[in-house]
């Protein structure tokens, strides 16, 4: 069964409005967790390291007040996509670890009209 | 930080031939490469991994061989099916943050 799950699958929002992608580690604790971003046909590039009870840490180029990332228990990670745009529109797919293997999410479709 | 280049962008085989994608890094820290099967709008799925004290591993039709010294590792497909058809993705990393190789496109052709 599912390691990490994601929620929602897919979600629509209209431009402009904020959207949030929940990522849980299920039957373990992550105290770190990663939030990928993929466009159509290109590969998952990191976004950002979400650490449990502190800051997230994002990767150069990814604006932090624009994907907001709250780690506050150590079973979920959020992703808020704030105000946003049609050039949002992506995959965003979360990552943890148990034991030795690094699990993904089903990933969560974004479509912002 | 790490970079991982990633080769053939795509790749079409006929059935039962071999295929070999391969990829470089650039950060000799590393130590974990895993490569994943990503069929579109699903999660990549873990296919073979190594670690950086081993130099080659087998699974049945998949292998990886890890050079450390050159920087590159690859990904060898025997005996291909058309079920094999996919996008294949590298990885690198020393910790849990995984720096993506560009993919691969595999056909394999009936």
């Not at chain 1, 670890?97 to 690094?102: A, E, F, L, N, Y």
């Not at chain 2, 930080?1 to 000799?28: F, M, R």
Request: hydrophobic residues 35%.
């Amino acid at each position: 069964g599912a390691v990490v799950s994601q929620h929602p699958s897919w979600v629509i929002c209209k431009s402009g409005t904020s959207v949030k992608i929940e990522c849980r580690s299920l039957d373990f604790q992550a105290t770190t967790m990663f939030w990928y971003r993929q466009f159509p046909k290109q590969s998952l590039m990191l976004m950002a390291t979400s650490n449990e009870g502190s800051k997230a840490t994002y990767e150069q180029g990814v604006e932090k007040d624009k994907f907001l990332i709250n780690h506050a228990s150590l079973t979920l990670s959020t992703l808020t996509v704030t105000s946003a745009h049609p050039e949002d529109s992506s995959f965003y797919i979360c990552s943890a670890r148990r034991g030795s293997t690094i699990y993904f999410g089903e990933g969560s479709w974004l479509t912002v009209v | 930080g790490e970079n991982v280049e990633q080769h053939p962008s795509t790749l079409s085989v006929q059935e039962g031939d071999s295929a070999v994608i391969k990829c470089t890094y650039s950060d000799s820290a590393s130590n974990y490469f895993p490569w994943y099967k990503q069929e579109l709008g699903k999660r990549p799925q873990l296919i073979i991994d190594i670690r950086s004290n081993v130099g080659e591993k087998k699974d049945q039709r998949i292998a990886v061989t890890l050079n450390k010294t050159a920087k590159h590792f690859s990904l060898h497909i025997t005996e291909t099916q058309p079920e094999d058809s996919a996008v294949y993705f590298c990885a690198a990393t020393d910790t849990d943050k995984l720096i993506f190789g560009t993919g691969t496109r595999l056909q394999v052709f009936p």
